[in-house]
């Protein structure tokens, strides 16, 4: 009889699961839930590893909606991220159900091989990608503290394999001027709608001298409440991304003088406070992307070239905080959306299609895999066996 290896055991753990875990991917899309809302996508995506044996933390880190769930005692503690919240008026636009439903396929495969690879395979319910940097709070929260290398996926629009992503910082910046009748005596008021109005002209001027890699985006989120008041408040939120920790830095810098700006023309106060924390660039393990880069060609993907990858970087994520810290990977699987992208209405709808199905099958397959690669070579097993101690000492 032919041997049964580790690899082809826990590809057949996930295909034998293929309905419950497609069936996972379809309820979360089905209902979706904003950042720390996410009750009932946590929840169900606690069920299917609950039901294996694995042991479940709830309210990890002190967030309602993130979990842990252990399986085995191994030496290597190997993390799985899911992801489970979706976007406001446009639902699972980015494809977090699939992320969950792959990432719980994963860890039931791995659960199959853990005491014959000494793995101790941890599934991390992780809130608030789209917006509050759950994996940053719970990496401050020591939730990570005892993992030697994390891993987890996402759907686009092609499969890339070595993901990179921007780093980013996300603010509120506040104006208070003074009401007056806009008819009667607007010489008395002094107007925070045009503090942002000169605040993004200096912005949009600026965009011309902003270095490779960096880009901002901003809305209005209190430009005044009528027409013959002048405003005496006003609000707008900016996002700003570049390649890089230190880029980012520099752009924050000189957007800060565009606020300053806004407030010196206009008389007004104001203010600058970060919404949430700041998401480092991914910095995927180059192993672990090279492995996976071969399970996707195994399978029949097309992945991006390696050469090409760099030119690609897909948005921010606070999976790059995780990989600033250990080894891990952020692949793209790619599903059939039409030609549309993630953040679009049409990627939401592919995102609980056939080819979004799939993408919950092969992904978890492909990151099993890779996994398992990693605890059966015993040069990276103990290289990043190494990097954990190291940052425990």
Request: proline fraction near 5%; include cysteine.
């Amino acid at each position: 009889m032919p041997t049964v290896t580790a690899s082809s055991c826990v590809e057949d753990a996930v295909n034998r699961r293929r309905g419950d875990l497609v069936e996972l991917s379809h309820s979360i899309h089905a209902e979706p839930e904003l950042a720390f809302a996410e009750y009932r996508s946590c929840a169900k995506t606690q069920e299917l590893v609950a039901a294996r044996g694995f042991a479940v933390t709830k309210a990890l880190g002190g967030l309602d909606t993130a979990f842990r769930a252990d399986f085995g005692s191994g030496p290597l503690v190997v993390g799985i991220c899911a992801e489970y919240d979706a976007l406001p008026g446009i639902g699972h636009a980015c494809g977090h159900n699939i992320i969950a439903a792959s990432a719980v396929g994963t860890a039931l495969a791995l659960a199959e091989v853990a005491d014959e690879l000494g793995l101790t395979v941890v599934l991390l319910g992780t809130p608030a990608e789209e917006a509050g940097g759950g994996k940053v709070l719970l990496l401050n929260a020591g939730a990570f503290d005892d993992i030697a290398v994390t891993v987890m996926l996402h759907p686009g629009p092609l499969d890339i394999a070595a993901a990179r992503s921007l780093a980013l910082s996300q603010v509120a910046v506040g104006y208070r001027g003074r009401e007056s009748h806009a008819a009667v005596a607007p010489h008395l008021g002094i107007n925070a709608a045009d503090a942002i109005t000169v605040a993004q002209v200096a912005i949009g001027l600026l965009r011309q001298q902003l270095a490779p890699g960096q880009m901002t985006h901003g809305i209005v989120t209190d430009g005044g409440q009528a027409t013959n008041i002048i405003p005496g408040s006003a609000e707008m939120h900016y996002t700003m991304r570049a390649n890089d920790a230190p880029s980012l830095r520099e752009l924050e810098k000189r957007m800060s003088d565009c606020f300053l700006a806004g407030a010196v023309a206009t008389g007004c106060d104001y203010t600058v406070s970060e919404t949430e924390p700041a998401y480092d660039e991914l910095t995927p393990d180059s192993w672990l992307a090279d492995r996976f880069r071969d399970e996707m060609v195994r399978i029949g993907r097309s992945p991006l070239p390696a050469e090409m990858e760099g030119a690609f970087p897909l948005g921010s994520t606070d999976m790059g905080n995780v990989t600033q810290i250990m080894p891990g990977i952020h692949p793209i699987v790619g599903i059939d959306a039409g030609g549309a992208s993630v953040h679009q209405p049409a990627f939401a709808a592919a995102a609980a299609g056939p080819g979004a199905d799939t993408a919950v099958i092969e992904g978890a397959i492909m990151l099993a895999r890779t996994v398992v690669g990693l605890a059966e070579t015993p040069a990276q097993r103990d290289r990043v066996m190494e990097l954990k101690a190291r940052r425990a000492a």
